[in-house]
């Protein structure tokens, strides 16, 4: 069974701080996604990457698959972006069935 | 499109009674999920369906049934609640495609949410 383990747990910055949250797995998987979940709300998913790095806007994602371990990096936080940001990895079934780390909650004040 | 959706909302159950959760997509996905998150735990898989008419188990099936009767729906039952099925349940979807390397997925996409509650 994959460990997915997340750090921070939880974060706070100020508005326009580059934030940092890191994901590392146990075994090799297919795929890393990362998930964004407002407080109260639904679940979206920003990434699902297996190598290299994506970019979506402010958000970047990486991941070092030798070292079983990926980051999503927020540049020029909002506060917006107080979220709950999740990692999850898939398996190699095929029918990308995923192992999530527990999340970290950001939080950006102005 | 909805995208994905579920019903209901929310739900309060007493010990012993029994429910039906729905999921329901409209984008032809092949793939659906039933997870629960608890406070201070990860998403976890409770049963996945790959097609129409299959099912399988995830990491926390005990106490759960589902059926996939018609591709766009995902129905998860619950027979006998307990407390401990007191959570926030997710469904998900999403595609695939075969390729010569074998099958390759892609991201889910997540309902709404239905909160239970049992007492």
């Known amino acids: 069974k994959n460990e997915v383990e997340q750090s921070p747990q939880n974060l706070t910055a100020q508005e326009g701080e580059f934030i940092t949250i890191n994901c590392s797995y146990s075994v090799g998987i297919s795929a890393l996604h990362w998930l964004q979940q407002h407080p109260g709300g639904g679940i979206v998913s920003l990434f699902m990457l297996s190598s290299g790095k994506k970019k979506h806007g402010r958000l970047i994602a990486t991941i070092n698959i030798q070292e079983k371990h990926s980051s999503l990096h927020i540049t020029a936080s909002h506060p917006r972006d107080s979220a709950v940001y999740i990692c999850a990895a898939g398996d190699h079934s095929g029918y990308s069935t995923l192992t999530f780390g527990k999340g970290t909650m950001l939080l950006v004040s102005p | 499109n909805a995208g994905v959706t579920q019903t209901p909302k929310f739900r309060v159950l007493k010990t012993g009674q029994s429910m039906t959760l729905l999921c329901a997509q409209d984008?032809?996905?092949?793939?659906m999920y039933w997870y629960r998150q608890d406070p201070g735990m990860g998403l976890r898989l409770i049963h996945y369906?790959?097609?129409?008419?299959?099912?399988a188990k995830g990491e926390v099936p005990d106490g759960y049934n589902v059926s996939r009767l018609k591709k766009q729906n995902f129905l998860l039952g619950l027979e006998s609640a307990a407390p401990s099925q007191t959570s926030v349940y997710f469904c998900a979807s999403s595609y695939s495609t075969s390729t010569s390397g074998g099958l390759l997925s892609y991201e889910q996409y997540f309902g709404p949410g239905t909160r239970l509650t049992v007492t």
């Open positions: 369906s790959v097609g129409e008419g299959t099912t």
């Open positions: 984008m032809n996905h092949e793939y």
